[in-house]
């Protein structure tokens, strides 16, 4: 759904949205009377035949009305803001679980806690990019840094927006009432792929969340096998996270092809056939000879033959 913020479904977007229509319906009762006191002067007391426009002026009570109603609004609207805010901003109180968010241009990277419920072979947690899984019901902090430059994490039916800063940790929570997915984009403009650098967070309900973790620690150990992890460290090490996305691990690029199940696919880049050592082997190296005007550059040369023949043997477990 959305994303849409007047459309709660967490306790944190309902606070934010129960204060804006609060606040628009007051807004509009201001707007009623003031510009319906101008219109009714303008026609009672225009210049017309038999009628002469005139000023007026020390007139206490309406004077004293105007000023001290704005300003007792203004003061409630402060003191129920302040409220709220504290509501919002209390990140550290009943947490479930954690999780380390990482923006970069121009997608999103999360770190699940350190706990069992996410633990793989190898000793590491679960990461994944671009969609976040998290229970309902429970109450999630996000802790947020950026690996280049400001990005802004929102997730508009859940909360908040919060900014990711380089080099400083930034910190917001957000709560699912119900199942769902729930759509947002990053809020700050951060170059050319900004527009692509959306999000996904999906709430599953307790039993759900469970059979999901272990789904998920299973595909990432899958990915995680010594015999390719060789290949995968040097992926992700590569520009390529930067296009392509693989689910179960931080490589969330939107500008080329999601490659999570490349290995089953019928050809690569609909121009080599099977998709195989060889013919991956060919692409990687060279795309640009095979496929004039593709996006993807040439890495031949940038990679050495080792670190390619790395990567396809990992591209060839994504089934």
Known sequence: MGP?????????????????????????????????????????????????ARQFHSHNMLELTWTVIPTLMVISFTVLSWNKLNFINDVDSNVAMTVKVEGRQWSWAFTYPDQ???????????????????????????????KDVIHSFWIPNLGGKKDAVPGHTTSLWIQADQPGTFKGQCYEYCGDGHADMLLTVVAHSASDYTAWA???????????????????????????????????????????????????????????????????????????????????????????????SDIVQWLLTLK
């Open 4 to 52: 849409w913020p007047l459309d709660p479904r967490g306790p944190e977007a309902e606070q934010i949205v129960t204060l804006y229509w609060l606040m628009f319906a007051c807004a509009m009762v201001v707007l009623a009377i003031v510009a319906g006191a101008i219109i009714y002067s303008g026609i009672k007391f225009r210049d017309r035949p038999g009628h002469s």
């Open 116 to 146: 069992q419920l996410f633990k793989l072979q190898d000793g590491s947690t679960l990461q994944s990019g671009q969609q976040l899984d998290i229970p309902i019901g429970q109450k999630i902090k996000l802790e947020l840094t950026s």
């Open 214 to 308: 272990a789904d998920a620690v299973k595909q990432a150990n899958l990915l995680n096998d010594p015999r390719t992890k060789v290949g995968r460290d040097t992926f992700l090490a590569a520009p390529c996270v930067g296009c392509h996305t693989v689910q179960g691990t931080t490589a969330a690029g939107k500008v080329g092809p999601d490659l999570t199940h490349i290995a089953s696919k019928p050809n690569i880049a609909g121009v080599l056939s099977p998709v195989n050592q060889e013919n991956l082997t060919k692409w990687v190296s060279d795309a640009p000879s095979i496929k004039p005007g593709v996006v993807m550059p040439k890495f031949k040369g940038t990679l050495s033959d080792q670190q390619i």
